[in-house]
């Protein structure tokens, strides 16, 4: 019972802090504002005894990709700038389609997800079971993620060459 009060506060504690990264204006904070939900979410993993996915949720996300996302924002060197104000009509339309997105989400989490049993077994944890998958079935994806990475990669380079030589 006291695991299940730490995981669901450390879930509010997630969420909170995934609107924060949504809803705030300063890029800076909402990065950061998505560490601390990173954090959370391993956390949850250990919980879920799952330790070898909450290290890598603390090294990949939290440690590489997060350095990452900060990297580009300074690099974009993003200013507060004064917005142009919005129309009615976008404004009624993003809250409709917003509104609409929640609840077929909340109908289809109610109708097929909510009432199914979880899965039983054993779960694969262990690391030298996740890199076979890794690299037997799913090595046409992560060869693809890999191409994507060095695609962004190159891109930011090429942006930070045009800004330097400005």
Same mark, same amino acid.
Do not use: C, W
């Given at each position: 019972?006291?695991e299940f009060?730490?995981?669901?506060?450390?879930a $509010?504690i997630?969420?909170?802090? &995934?609107?924060v990264? *949504? %809803?705030?204006?300063? /890029?800076?904070?909402? +990065? #950061?504002?998505?560490? $601390?939900?990173?954090?959370?979410? &391993?956390?949850?993993? *250990? %919980?879920l005894?799952? /330790?070898?996915?909450? +290290? #890598?949720?603390?090294?990949v996300y939290?440690?590489?990709?997060?350095?990452?996302?900060?990297f580009?924002?300074?690099l974009?060197?993003?200013?507060?700038?004064?917005?142009?104000?919005?129309?009615?009509?976008?404004?009624?339309?993003?809250?409709s389609?917003?509104?609409?997105f929640?609840?077929?989400?909340?109908?289809?989490?109610v109708?097929?997800?909510?009432?199914t049993?979880?899965?039983?077994?054993p779960?694969?944890?262990d690391?030298?079971?996740?890199?076979?998958?890794l690299?037997q079935?799913?090595?046409?994806?992560?060869?693809?993620?890999?191409?994507?990475?060095?695609?962004?990669?190159?891109?930011?380079?090429?942006?930070?060459?045009?800004?330097?030589?400005?």
């Open positions: 019972m006291f009060a730490i995981f669901f506060f450390f $509010a997630a969420v909170i802090f &995934a609107l990264v *949504v %809803l705030h204006r300063n /890029p800076v904070v909402g +990065a #950061l504002s998505l560490v $601390a939900s990173f954090f959370s979410l &391993a956390v949850m993993y *250990v %919980l005894e799952a /330790p070898f996915l909450a +290290a #890598l949720q603390v090294i939290a440690g590489a990709i997060m350095v990452l996302f900060l580009v924002i300074m974009l060197n993003l200013q507060h700038q004064e917005e142009a104000p919005t129309r009615p009509v976008q404004q009624f339309l993003g809250y389609s917003s509104a609409a929640v609840l077929g989400l909340v109908y289809y989490i109708k097929y997800a909510a009432f049993s979880l899965p039983s077994g779960f694969k944890t690391a030298m079971l996740i890199g076979a998958d690299f079935a799913y090595v046409f994806p992560f060869e693809m993620v890999s191409i994507l990475l060095l695609a962004a990669i190159v891109g930011a380079l090429l942006l930070s060459a045009r800004s330097v030589a400005r």
